[in-house]
C-alpha cells in the first residue's frame, strides 16, 4: 500500500520537477495519471491483480506521470520498472531525455539502462577478424559496399561509437553487420576475448539498473525464454508504453514461417560440416557426432517427403498470386500428419546441436583448428542452428490440431517466392491474450499498459480481448483527456466530393481537389492508404508544379531535416506519406499546420492472417468488417489526427478527403471517437 511517507516523497518529487521543467505548466490530467498509477501499482485497488490500461491524450505528460507512480515505489519495494516501448523514437526520448531530467530532479539514487536483442550490437572480435583475414568475406560480401572496418574499430576503442547499431556514424548495409553483430556462437561471454565486448558490457551494465527500458518485442522474448535478460515478472512492475501495440508484436513474436522446400541444400551442407567435425574434435566426441549426424538424416527424409507431396499443389496454390491461404487452418493431409513428428525431431536436432556447439568452443583454441576453420565453422553451425529453429516453430504451430468445426486459432499460408522457387510455409496465431494473460499478466507484480490510443470507437473491450484481460477483476481503466484546446485551436474540414474511396475514379478527384487544401508556406503532410495511390498524386501535383518531399525517395530522417528546412525559412512544404507516418511523427508548431488524410486507413483484408482473422469471425456468427475493420480503423484515425497539436499552442486544420464518414452508419462514431476539433462539413 501507498505509505503517508511515500506519498509525501512522490509529491516532493513532483514540485521538484516542476520547478525544474522550463516554461512548465500545472495540469490537473498529469496530477491524475500520477495517483492513478500509484495506486494500481501499489494494490489500493486489488492486492494481486494491480494492472491499469490507462489511455492518456497528447499533452498529458505520460511518460514523467509512470516514473513519478513507479520509481519511487519500485525503489522502496526492491522491484525492476521494466518500461517497454514500441518505437525507437521513444526508447531515444526516456534515455536521452526524460530519465536523466527525472534522477537529477527526483533526488533519488538509481541506475538506468537500455536493453536490447543481440542483433543490435557488434562483437568487437569479429570486427578485428574482418580486419585480419578480408579474403574470408569477400565471397560472400561486396567490398564497394563494405564500410571501413579499422575507423569502426577506431571509433569504439576512443569510445565515439557505443558499439550498437543505433549509435553508428557510418552506413554499414545489412549483410555486412550480420557479419559482425554479437550473435551467441561468435560472441560468447565464456571466452575472456569477449568480455569487453559491447554486447557483454551493455548486459552488465542492466544486472545493475533499477530502470530497464526495453522494445516489445524483447520483453516478450525474455518472457518466453524464462526471464534469461530481466528480472522474473514477480520482480518487475512493468510499463508498456505504446501499448496499443502489444498484441499486434506478440503476434508476430509467435508466428513462424519456413522452407517447404529445397531443405536438403542445408542439411547437405550441414553434413558436410559434421563430417569435418570428425577429423577436427577428439575421438571421445564421436558420439555427440553421430548423433547429430543420424537426427540430421532423419529430418531430410522427413522434409523431403513434404517437399514431394507440395509439388502436386503448386499449380492449384499458385494459379493467381504468390500466396494461398488454407481455409480453417486445414493443412494438406501429409503436412498435418507429419508435423508432430518434424516438430519433435528438429527440436531433438537443435538440442544436439547446441551439445556440439559446446563441444567446439571447448576445442575451438586447439591448435589444430586454424583461425579461417574457426569463423567458417561457426559461420556453417550459426546457420544449421538457425534453419533447425525456423523448421521447428513453424512444426510446432502445425502441429497444433484446427477443427473447423471449433474455434479455429491460427492463420495458415504458404508463399512462392521468386524468383528461385522457394516455397515458404507460415503460421500465425490469430490471438496471443491467453499467452499474454499467462506470462506476463498473471505472473507480474505489476503492470501499467498505456497508449493516447488504447480505446477504439470509445471502448476499452477491445484492447481488453486483445491482451487477454476480460476475465482479470481487478484491471482498473483510466481514461485521461488531453489538455488541449481542440475546438479552439483545430478544425477537421470534410470537403465535398463527388466520389468515394472505394471506386477508381476517387484519385482522379483527388489530384484535382488536393491542390485547393495545399496552403502557401504554410507546412502540409498528407498521409495516404497506400503506397500506389500515394505515387499516382505526387507524379500529378509535381506535373502542376509542386514541390513535394514523398516517403520513400529519401530516409525519413532526411526528409524530415528538409521539411524542417523549409518551414524554419518560411516555405511551402509538403510532406508525403503512407501509414507509417500516421503514427510517432512529432512536428509541433510550425513544422505541421496543415494535415491531409486522403482516405479511412481501412485495411485492405487480403493478407493471409487479415482473410483468417475476418473467416474465425464470420464462423462465429459475427461481422468481420463491424468487430475487426472499423474498430481497427477507427483507432489508425485517432493516431493519425493525433499528428497535428502536439503543444498547448498549436494549431491548424485537418482536411479528410473520406465522405464515409458522413455518408455511412459507422462514419458518426468515428468522428465521435476523435478529439473535439470544430468539424465543418462541406455541401
Known amino acids: 500500500m501507498l505509505t503517508e511517507q511515500l506519498k509525501s516523497q512522490i509529491r516532493l518529487i513532483h514540485q521538484n520537477i516542476k520547478i525544474g521543467m522550463p516554461n512548465y505548466q500545472p495540469r490537473p490530467s498529469q496530477n491524475k495519471l500520477i495517483a492513478e498509477m500509484a495506486n494500481i501499482i501499489a494494490g489500493q485497488y486489488h492486492r494481486q491483480q494491480r494492472i491499469g490500461l490507462i489511455e492518456a491524450g497528447t499533452g498529458t505528460g505520460k511518460s514523467l506521470a509512470y516514473l513519478l507512480a513507479a520509481i519511487p515505489y519500485a525503489l522502496q519495494q526492491k522491484k525492476t520498472v521494466v518500461i517497454a516501448t514500441a518505437t525507437v523514437a521513444l526508447q531515444e526520448q526516456l534515455i536521452s531525455k526524460d530519465l536523466p531530467f527525472f534522477l537529477q530532479n527526483s533526488k533519488l539514487n538509481f541506475d538506468y539502462s537500455l536493453v536490447k536483442g543481440r542483433q543490435r550490437y557488434a562483437c568487437i572480435e569479429r570486427i578485428k577478424q574482418q580486419i585480419k583475414h578480408p579474403e574470408l568475406f569477400s565471397s560472400t560480401q561486396s567490398a564497394n559496399t563494405a564500410p571501413d572496418w579499422s575507423e569502426l574499430l577506431q571509433q569504439w576503442q576512443q569510445r565515439h561509437w557505443l558499439g550498437d547499431k543505433d549509435s553508428l556514424a557510418m552506413s554499414v548495409p545489412e549483410p555486412h553487420w550480420q557479419a559482425i553483430n554479437a550473435d551467441a556462437m561468435h560472441c560468447s561471454n565464456t571466452s575472456l576475448v569477449h568480455i569487453n565486448c559491447p554486447f557483454h558490457l551493455a548486459r552488465a551494465e542492466a544486472e545493475t539498473a533499477q530502470v530497464l527500458v526495453v522494445n516489445h518485442a524483447l520483453l516478450l522474448a525474455d518472457l518466453a525464454n524464462g526471464n534469461s535478460i530481466l528480472p522474473p515478472p514477480a520482480d518487475c512492475i512493468y510499463i508498456i508504453d505504446e501499448g496499443h501495440h502489444l498484441a499486434e508484436t506478440a503476434r508476430d513474436f509467435f508466428a513462424a514461417s519456413a522452407p517447404l522446400n529445397q531443405n536438403s541444400i542445408?542439411?547437405?551442407?550441414?553434413?558436410?560440416?559434421?563430417?569435418?567435425?570428425?577429423?577436427?574434435?577428439?575421438?571421445?566426441?564421436?558420439?555427440?557426432?553421430?548423433?547429430?549426424?543420424?537426427?540430421?538424416?532423419?529430418?531430410?527424409?522427413?522434409?523431403?517427403?513434404?517437399?514431394?507431396?507440395?509439388?502436386?499443389?503448386?499449380?492449384?496454390?499458385?494459379?493467381?498470386?504468390?500466396?494461398?491461404?488454407?481455409?480453417d487452418a486445414a493443412l494438406p493431409k501429409l503436412m498435418q500428419q507429419q508435423a508432430e513428428e518434424i516438430a519433435l525431431v528438429s527440436s531433438k536436432t537443435k538440442s544436439q546441436l547446441d551439445k556440439v556447439l559446446q563441444l567446439v568452443q571447448e576445442h575451438i583454441s586447439s591448435n589444430k583448428i586454424s583461425v579461417k576453420q574457426r569463423l567458417l565453422l561457426l559461420q556453417d553451425l550459426n546457420y544449421l542452428a538457425l534453419q533447425l529453429e525456423q523448421q521447428n516453430a513453424l512444426w510446432q504451430l502445425y502441429a497444433v490440431e484446427q477443427n473447423q468445426n471449433k474455434a479455429v486459432t491460427q492463420a495458415r499460408w504458404v508463399e512462392l517466392a521468386e524468383p528461385n522457387d522457394k516455397l515458404i510455409a507460415h503460421a500465425c496465431p490469430l490471438a496471443v491474450g491467453s499467452k499474454l494473460a499467462k506470462m506476463l499478466f498473471d505472473e507480474a507484480f505489476a503492470v501499467i499498459v498505456c497508449s493516447a490510443t488504447l480505446t477504439a470507437l470509445n471502448s476499452f473491450n477491445y484492447i481488453k480481448y486483445d491482451l487477454g484481460l476480460h476475465d482479470f477483476e481487478g484491471v482498473q481503466i483510466v481514461q485521461v483527456a488531453s489538455p488541449f484546446a481542440y475546438a479552439e485551436k483545430g478544425t477537421i474540414i470534410?470537403?465535398?466530393?463527388?466520389?468515394?474511396?472505394?471506386?477508381?475514379?476517387?484519385?482522379?478527384?483527388?489530384?484535382?481537389?488536393?491542390?485547393?487544401?495545399?496552403?502557401?508556406?504554410?507546412?502540409?503532410?498528407?498521409?495516404f492508404a497506400s503506397y500506389w495511390q500515394m505515387q499516382q498524386v505526387a507524379t500529378a501535383l509535381r506535373d502542376k508544379g509542386f514541390s513535394l518531399l514523398v516517403q520513400g525517395e529519401a530516409s525519413r530522417q532526411a526528409l524530415l531535416q528538409l521539411h524542417s528546412m523549409n518551414c524554419n525559412n518560411k516555405k511551402t512544404s509538403i510532406l508525403f506519406g503512407t501509414q507509417s507516418f500516421s503514427e510517432g511523427l512529432d512536428l509541433p508548431g510550425n513544422l505541421l499546420t496543415n494535415l491531409v488524410i486522403t482516405k479511412l486507413p481501412?485495411?485492405?483484408?487480403?493478407?493471409?492472417?487479415?482473410?483468417?482473422?475476418?473467416?474465425?469471425?464470420?464462423?462465429?456468427?459475427?461481422n468481420a468488417f463491424t468487430q475487426l475493420a472499423i474498430p481497427a480503423t477507427a483507432k489508425k484515425l485517432v493516431q493519425a489526427c493525433g499528428r497535428l497539436l502536439r503543444q498547448e499552442q498549436d494549431q491548424g486544420r485537418i482536411i479528410i478527403f473520406d465522405r464515409r464518414l458522413v455518408n455511412k452508419s459507422y462514419g458518426t462514431a468515428m468522428l465521435n471517437a476523435l478529439p473535439p476539433f470544430r468539424r465543418q462539413i462541406e455541401h
Request: proline share 7%.
Open 266 to 327: 542445408w542439411l547437405e551442407k550441414a553434413a558436410k560440416t559434421i563430417q569435418q567435425l570428425f577429423a577436427l574434435l577428439p575421438e571421445t566426441e564421436t558420439r555427440s557426432l553421430l548423433r547429430l549426424e543420424d537426427s540430421c538424416n532423419e529430418l531430410k527424409s522427413l522434409l523431403k517427403a513434404i517437399e514431394n507431396a507440395s509439388v502436386p499443389f503448386k499449380a492449384r496454390w499458385f494459379e493467381q498470386k504468390t500466396q494461398f491461404r488454407f481455409a
Open 602 to 622: 481501412f485495411a485492405v483484408p487480403t493478407s493471409p492472417l487479415e482473410e483468417a482473422l475476418a473467416e474465425a469471425i464470420t464462423k462465429k456468427g459475427g
Open 494 to 527: 470534410i470537403p465535398k466530393m463527388k466520389t468515394e474511396p472505394t471506386v477508381s475514379e476517387f484519385t482522379t478527384e483527388l489530384i484535382q481537389q488536393l491542390p485547393h487544401y495545399l496552403p502557401k508556406q504554410q507546412a502540409s503532410l498528407v498521409l
